[in-house]
Structures are given as structure tokens and as C-alpha cells.
């Protein structure tokens, strides 16, 4: 871009007039001073000739870098163009502008001021009465000014002074001004503990008309649960309600503004959306926000590359990692160096996003292939527990319902059990003995701990974890395990089974068993009580109700094998 380019509402002007704007380019500044009064009244004569607000745009050193005609947001510096210092310091340009009418700066000004984290914003007002005509010219002159500047306080995010003539103006000492803010402002940072090695985040959830106000929340809320899971910090829900999305940026242009102002004041540095984006989205909305923008998806994916242990779940983490960015390849600019550590940058196996397509295409195939060798594994393991007539039963449920603390208090297993989405990634299976107390008659059955569910599982999972949801669909029983004290037990019971639904296979019968009922009150115990008089009910870590349940696997499994 040429150096003396003029940006904005250009129609209409003359050549000699885009020739007076050019030369403003030429004028440079004292580095102490805001503006001089000869600089005002050069703006505000141009602006006078061309009937419209002028905008120049200086840095540090006095220099000016960007002329634009109309107002500040149709001048403004696109994001990616701006200098990002972070939440403790502000951008090192500062904007003079003129205002065709009297008053102070409109609440549309100071936030596109906020939006581009201007070190300071000189409005000039000028007035057309006593104009003098020239030789064809005009001359205006400053009848007042305002100083205006941001503020390290989230509450009231900037100031603006009473009117200014041009030489109170240029008696402050810019730099002391701006010494003094970016000090305060960095008192403010440290003073949130802001740690480099974990994400502040952003949530933004879009509530659309087919979705309830109470499904919508607990969608949030579960997100946020993903995000620390992940080993993020939540530091603000943003939300809107539209009737669908809007195509290019999922929300709206003022939400998009408002997350970008958000970010900058409370210093996130991730913005994390409730739903699956398309590639357009996330480079228009990186492109406005100016920070790394990701899905629900993304962060589901984060989490299981940072929980796969085993090879399988590794190679599994992989490939559904794979899966997902190879259709994101293209048209991802800047976002595809994104392997330097954060939510969306983890993986565990030997991906790396920015080699080519072809090279991610051959790997995804060598992975599938290890995979299907994986499910072979499997099937042969399950066979021989067929061969020996063991009855096999697959714990599933939504993610952290208490499937891997109910296996380790029926089997005395070690497996790893953590109030965390998603703490079990690989299958663990172990064999339970149970006796009958009246006829001393003993059965064993194999358990397996399968990976959690979850409302809108990605596709590319269900395709990856096949193997391991091959558990579930080969299983002769099914224990579908419900915390009861969630507040949307409800909906993640229909989202269990709209998941099985989804499987190649039936699954066998199942065993609905609500734990955690020492959690919950008498009244919610006796909803469900009365709503699935056919369920366990269970307190896994308290191992209340299990000497019941025992019997009710014994009577299940003998109920699978004679169906079968």
C-alpha cells in the first residue's frame, strides 16, 4: 500500500482535494506534544473544503500513517494492522479528527477508539460561520476540542474531557499522558495474575429460536467446564439470541465489536464459540477480533489429546485431530501456525498443521489403517471372552457421571477417576465376580469404562473412537450410568441415547442407573423414582445401593444372553 493512500469516503473529491490530504502525510509532530494548533487548523480547513470529517492517525514519533476522510469508524485500522501488545499496553497511535457538528464524541467514536486501543483521540469541532472565501477555497477554523483516552478500569472503559481550545490542547505533555496510562494499565494486568502458560478465555454462546433459555445455559456452562478441563480460565460469558446464525460471523456486528473490546480490557487472549465454526468463520472472526478464535469442537479435541495415554487413544486422538483440520486447510492465513501451545494447538502423535494436504491425506490413511488394525485387536480379545462364555457389560454415559469411580468400587481397580469432562480417554475392562446370597452361585462378567458422551459429539470422534465405541455396540449389556445431580440429568439422557441410536450396531439391553444420589434432594430422587421405576440408584464414591446393583447386573446379563 502506497504510502500516501487515503482510506475512507473517497466519492465525489477532486484531485486537487485527495492531493491536500496527501500532504498531510508530510507533516510530522513533536514527540511530546498531542497536536500543535497550526495541525488543527490544517485538518480543519481540509475538512472544510471537502464538507466531511477528516481522521489522521500518528505514532510515537509524530509521524503521521493513515489519512482517512469520514469518521472514525469508517477510517479505522483494520485489527490485523494494528500493533497487539496486550491488555497492559495501548497501541502506539493516536488519532486527530474533525467533527463536522459542536459536542463531544459520539458513544459510536469512543468505541471504535476502544476498538483500535488508540493511545488517545483528539476530536476537533469545527464551525463554517466567518468563513472566508479564497480564491475558490475555504477556510474553517477549531471552535473547541476534546481529549479522549481509554482507562484501566473495566467499568468505565474511557474518558472525555470538557471542550479544549487548540493551544490548551498542545500545553500537554503527550508523553507523560501516556506514561502515566500505560503504567496503571499494567498495574491492572499484573494484578490479575495473568499467567503465560494458560489461556484466558472468552466464551460466546448464540442462543437461536429452536433452543431454550435452560438448554442454552447448561450448553455454556458445560463449555466452560470443557475450557478449565482443558486448562483454560474462564474470564467472561458473552451471549446473543438471534434467530440463526449469521452466516460469515455467527453473531452480529456489534457483538463481534463487543467481544473484541472485551478481550482487550480483561486481557483474553482465546475467544472459544459454543458451536462448530466454518473455516470463513473463524478467519472473519480472528480478522475482526484480532485473537485466536476456536470451537467447541476444537476444545473437545485439545482435551483428548492431552488425556490419550495408550497408543490406541493416541492414534485415535490424531486421526479425529487430522479429520477435522484437513477441510480447514485452506483459506486459514495466519491461523495454520497456531502450534506454539494453547487450547486448539496440543497433539499428542506426530501431526503438524502446516505441512501440506497431500502429506495430512497420506497420514490420515496410514492412521486409519492402524486403527482398523486396532479394531481387529479388539475383536479378537472380545471373541475369546465370547469363547470362554463370559458375559461382557459396557459402562457408558455422559461425561463424568461417575463410570470409572462405579468400575473402581465393584472391581477394586486403580482406574484414573476425576471430577473432570473426559478424565477417562482408553477403555479400561475388568472382571467382576458377583455371588448370589441365597444359592452361593457365583457369575462373572466383564466391565468396560468407555470414554464419556457428550451433546453433540463431533462427527470426526465418533469416526476415530470407533474402535473403541465397538465396545458399546459388541457389549451383550449396556449400564447407562446418569448423574442425578446434574441439573440437566434429563437432557443427557436423551443425548446418551441419541448417540446409541447413531451406532452401526444395536446395542444390547440397558440398565439405567442414576448415582450420585447423595447429592440431590428428596424431591429430585423421587421425580426420578417415579419416572424410571426400573433404574438403579446408586452413590458410587459413598458405594451406597452396589450390593443392588450387583444382583440387577447378574439378572441383566442372564436377560442379554437369553435374548440372544
Known amino acids: 500500500m502506497s504510502i500516501d493512500t487515503i482510506h475512507g469516503q473517497l466519492q465525489g473529491l477532486k484531485s486537487s482535494q485527495l492531493k491536500q490530504l496527501q500532504r498531510v502525510y508530510h507533516q510530522r509532530l513533536p514527540i511530546d506534544r498531542l497536536v500543535t494548533p497550526e495541525f488543527a487548523q490544517r485538518l480543519a480547513a481540509i475538512s472544510t473544503e471537502i464538507n466531511q470529517p477528516v481522521c489522521a492517525y500518528l505514532n510515537r514519533r509524530g509521524q503521521v500513517i493513515r489519512v482517512g476522510v469520514g469518521t472514525l469508524r469508517q477510517t479505522q485500522i483494520p485489527p490485523l494492522e494494528l500493533p497487539r501488545y496486550g491488555a497492559e499496553r495501548l497501541s502506539g497511535i493516536r488519532c486527530i479528527a474533525t467533527q463536522l457538528k459542536a459536542g463531544p464524541p459520539s458513544e459510536a467514536t469512543m468505541t471504535t477508539m476502544a476498538f483500535q486501543r488508540l493511545d488517545a483521540l483528539v476530536i476537533l469541532t469545527i464551525t463554517g460561520s466567518g468563513f472566508e472565501r479564497r480564491g475558490g477555497g475555504a477556510t474553517g477554523y477549531v471552535k473547541e476540542a476534546y481529549l479522549a483516552h481509554l482507562l484501566p478500569d473495566p467499568e468505565a472503559r474511557w474518558t472525555v474531557s470538557a471542550p479544549l481550545s487548540p493551544e490548551q490542547l498542545s500545553s500537554q505533555d503527550f508523553n507523560e499522558l501516556i506514561s502515566d496510562l500505560e503504567e496503571e494499565f499494567r498495574r491492572q494486568y499484573v494484578a490479575k495474575h495473568v499467567s503465560s502458560e494458560q489461556d484466558r478465555v472468552l466464551l460466546v454462546g448464540l442462543q437461536t429460536g429452536e433452543t431454550s433459555f435452560d438448554m442454552f445455559n447448561n450448553g455454556l456452562f458445560e463449555l466452560a467446564k470443557l475450557v478449565e478441563t482443558a486448562g483454560g480460565e474462564v474470564v467472561q460469558f458473552l451471549q446473543q439470541r438471534r434467530s440463526a446464525a449469521h452466516p460469515q460471523t455467527v453473531v452480529g456486528e ?15 487472549n482465546l475467544v472459544v464459540f459454543d458451536r462448530d465454526l466454518s473455516p470463513a468463520q473463524v478467519r472473519n472472526l480472528e480478522t475482526q477480533i484480532g485473537i485466536r478464535v476456536v470451537d467447541r469442537t476444537e476444545v473437545i479435541l485439545d482435551i483428548f489429546a492431552q488425556r490419550a495415554q495408550s497408543r490406541a487413544g493416541k492414534l485415535q486422538v490424531e486421526l479425529a485431530q487430522l479429520e477435522y483440520m484437513l477441510p480447514r486447510l ?4 495466519r491461523a495454520m501456525s497456531r502450534l506454539g501451545g494453547g487450547i486448539g494447538t496440543r497433539g499428542p502423535g506426530e501431526t503438524k498443521l502446516e505441512t501440506e494436504r497431500r502429506a495430512i491425506q497420506q497420514r490420515i490413511t496410514r492412521l486409519q489403517r492402524e486403527v482398523n488394525q486396532l479394531q481387529a485387536h479388539r475383536s479378537r480379545l472380545r471373541q475369546q471372552r465370547q469363547h470362554l462364555e463370559v458375559p461382557s457389560v459396557a459402562i457408558v454415559g455422559y461425561t463424568n457421571a461417575g463410570k470409572s469411580t462405579l468400575l473402581n468400587s465393584l472391581t477394586n481397580a486403580e482406574v484414573y477417576a476425576a471430577d473432570q ?23 462373572s462378567i466383564v466391565l468396560t469404562d468407555t470414554v464419556g458422551f457428550i451433546h453433540q459429539l463431533p462427527p470426526t470422534l465418533m469416526d476415530a473412537f470407533r474402535a473403541t465405541l465397538e465396545e458399546v455396540t459388541e457389549a451383550d449389556a449396556l449400564l447407562h450410568l446418569v448423574d442425578l445431580s446434574h441439573p440437566a440429568w434429563q437432557n443427557q439422557i436423551r443425548s446418551v441415547m441419541n448417540i446409541l441410536e447413531q451406532m452401526p450396531l444395536a446395542p444390547g439391553p440397558i440398565l439405567l442407573v442414576f448415582n450420585k444420589v447423595d447429592q440431590v434432594d428428596g424431591e429430585t430422587l423421587q421425580f426420578a423414582q417415579d419416572e424410571f421405576p426400573q433404574a438403579a440408584f446408586i452413590s458410587a464414591t459413598d458405594r451406597l445401593g452396589l450390593e443392588t446393583l450387583r444382583q440387577r447386573l447378574v439378572q441383566l446379563v442372564q436377560y442379554a444372553v437369553q435374548a440372544g
Open 254 to 268: 456489534g457483538k463481534v465489536q463487543e467481544i473484541a473490546l472485551t478481550a482487550q480490557t480483561l486481557g483474553a
Open 330 to 333: 485452506s483459506g486459514r492465513g
Open 421 to 443: 469432562l473426559f478424565a477417562t480417554l482408553d477403555p479400561t475392562t475388568r472382571r467382576l465376580v458377583i455371588t448370589d446370597p441365597a444359592t452361593q452361585k457365583k457369575t
